[in-house]
């Protein structure tokens, strides 16, 4: 019971309405349109609790990232959208793990529960946008070798994905407006999908969630950092 009340303490009123809402706009989704692929109800429920968790600069908010970036891999496999799958099974989940080490391993005052928010250099955004553009011209010809549907909103996200687990990997605030701009980039990938068959209406959903769910993380982070620098 003790251990309810301090979790039900520790997130905001406002993060258990957010968590609250974009659970139930999954839910709704899943109900309307597909009501089929509980694999895709899964990944959203877990990719949307991790964001809440991760804008609290919790590592365990990794944590369920790694098994969120399994699930969406399968499911991306299945819609041919090779560079999601390629992204999230060979770049995000990796990065997930080595961001699950550095967060642990950075924590703010001994709080294992809150990590240390990191100040970047400008030349260390320049080094990753040489390193952005070099694995987005790698994954670009790979993608189109492999016959990836819709391939330039495909590459677009895999620009956006890296650049955000790099950001997530050192400890940055910029990383969660990375995501929201994969987000943007998601939901029209899954649009297009939508056309072809409904049922991915849900994750068009999912990936809504998300976008509102990063940018309240960006401002989760700004503020956490004007603290701990306080």
Known sequence: MEKIKKLFS????TEWILWSVSVLL?????????????LTLSAS??????????????????????????????ISFEMDYY??????????V???????????????EKNRMEVKVNHLRGREYVFMGGLTLLVT?????VLKELGTANLIPSTVSVT???????????????FALLYAANDVVLLVLW???????????SVVACFLAFLVNDIYGYISWSRMKKRQNQ
């Open 191 to 201: 649009v297009l999908a939508s056309f072809t068959d409904k049922r991915y209406i």
């Open 10 to 13: 520790y997130f905001s009123k």
């Open 137 to 141: 011209a790698v994954f670009y010809f």
């Open 94 to 108: 990796p990065m997930a793990v080595f961001a699950l080490v550095s967060w642990l391993r950075n924590p703010y």
């Open 26 to 38: 999954i839910l709704l989704s899943f109900l309307l349109f597909d009501r089929g692929s509980y």
């Open 83 to 92: 560079g999601e799958m390629l992204t999230y099974l060979g770049m995000t």
């Open 45 to 74: 429920l877990i990719g949307v609790t991790s964001l809440i968790f991760c804008a609290k600069g919790n590592p365990f908010g990794q944590i369920l990232m790694i098994f969120f970036g399994i699930l969406y891999g399968i």
């Open 160 to 174: 956006t994905s890296f650049a955000a687990v790099y950001l997530t990997f050192r400890r940055c605030e910029l």
